[in-house]
């Protein structure tokens, strides 16, 4: 069985939007936790590794095992992720934090496109 080409786009592009995620939690979002503590902070890294973990799995199981309601949660957890952005107490990551955020936004938005259109449509049928 052959996976479609817009299947492969879309695992490429969700797998570089959660590794860009990943990257930018470990080089600029790490400031955020001094002062939380070393039992808070362990708490804070193992609930991100979870999401990580989750989002790779639900990427695995539409690319992969051809489940349709992965993608859909998929979707549903980038409108999530977008809504964020929209975050009315002013208090907001930083300019770099910010640009990274937005361009793995934007691979994922993109990625999901390929996962409803052309050759992915008969994927999850």
């Known amino acids: 069985m052959t996976i479609p ?16 995620d990943l990257l930018s939690a470990a080089f600029l979002g790490r400031d955020r936790l001094v002062g939380l503590g070393s039992a808070t902070e362990a708490r804070v890294l193992l609930i991100a590794a979870l999401i990580v973990i989750a989002e790779c799995f639900f990427v695995h199981l539409a690319a ?17 992720s977008f809504l964020s952005y929209l975050n009315p107490a002013g208090v907001g990551p930083t300019t770099a934090e910010m640009t990274v955020s937005v361009i793995s936004t934007v691979l994922a938005a993109i990625g999901l496109y390929f996962s409803f259109t052309g050759d992915a449509k008969g994927w999850f049928a």
Do not use: D, G, H, M
């Not at 080409?5 to 860009?20: C, D, M």
């Not at 992969?64 to 999530?80: C, D, E, G, I, S």
């Open 5 to 20: 080409k817009n299947i492969l786009r879309f695992e490429l592009l969700l797998y570089l939007s959660i590794l860009l």
């Open 64 to 80: 992969r095992k051809r489940k349709n309601w992965a993608r859909w949660t998929l979707l549903a957890v980038q409108v999530l």
